[in-house]
């Protein structure tokens, strides 16, 4: 019991030290799980802690699992033009075409949601708590990371234009310091996902038309005002680091659109919309028996990744911060 409690304060402690990895993922997991129907309620709603706090357990494991960095991107960009009618969608096709090491140095994010979304069908049928919850805080995060525009971008970090950072100021900054007090997260309901893997291709495919936007409004911004005023001091977790201002972040914020506020909606709807369709593909079995189930978790795994984690170096796969 020991054990298992200062393995809980060590997360706590981690999440509160990490940025919009933890943060967004967290926020959208909770908030997907109140789009859901009576149903599935019963059961994800009161196991909507397991579904946040571990939603980022999947960026955790790019530190101790060499494959698992490929599945949070794509590089469309390097399959040619939009709308990249030459790219296959079906993996199988995808690999007999260009090879499974060349999809794997490219980014596999919308391959791997479906795996990950199958899975979740499979879990569903078995009525496996244990297995339901972990795929469906994992699918969550797979989804998130689809409505990120610069993870379809080679250029995921500014680093080809002299933006280095810009991923990092998108998806941590502008929700960390906005979402709470301003962003809207009354969503509406989940929908059944007749093609959803055509559904996630799409989600692909905006995140990428997005990219040039993210960038452009970021030069134009930087260019427009002072350095002192682009950033501003802040001390965190006892440390004063060096962050984007609030001036320059809200008047990013605004000239997108609000585009990040966006994309996180659409990620929370994303999410439910493919928990409730893998529900109803395994022919919505009753969840309320399994709400007694007690959630089996393995500590010294969960402690592994914690410390490869912690040691901030990553197995494989580009660091997007």
Known sequence: MLRFI???????????????????????????????????????KPHIRYLSVHAPDADKRRYI???????HYIDLDLFGNYPYAHLPRRWEDAVAQFSEDTLLSRGIVPWHVMRTYKLLINAFEEKNATKILKLAADLGHYISDAHVPLHTSHNHNGQFTNQHGIH?????????????????FFIGKAEYLKYPEDYIWNRIL?????CDSVLLFEKNLSEQMRKDTKYAFEERNGKVIRQYS????????????????????????????????????????????LIKDGIETNHEELE??????????????????
């Open 65 to 71: 699992i060499a494959d698992e960095g490929p599945r």
């Open 304 to 321: 592994k990744i914690n410390n490869a984690w912690q040691s901030g170096k990553a197995m494989l796969g580009r660091q997007e911060d």
């Open 206 to 210: 905006e995140s990428n038309l997005a």
């Open 168 to 184: 990092g100021f998108w998806e941590s900054r502008v929700p960390e310091l906005l979402a709470e007090g301003e962003f809207d």
């Open 6 to 44: 200062c393995t809980l304060l060590f997360i706590f402690i981690t999440f509160q030290t990490q940025g919009w990895g933890f943060y967004g993922h967290q926020k959208i997991n909770e908030h997907a799980v109140y789009l859901l129907p009576p149903q599935m309620m019963v059961f994800f």
């Open 246 to 289: 609030a001036v320059f972040t809200r008047n990013y914020h605004e000239q997108l659109n609000k585009m990040v506020e966006r994309r996180m909606r659409m990620a929370i709807f994303s999410t439910a919309s493919f928990w409730f369709t893998a529900w109803v593909n395994a022919g919505q079995p009753d969840l309320s028996i």
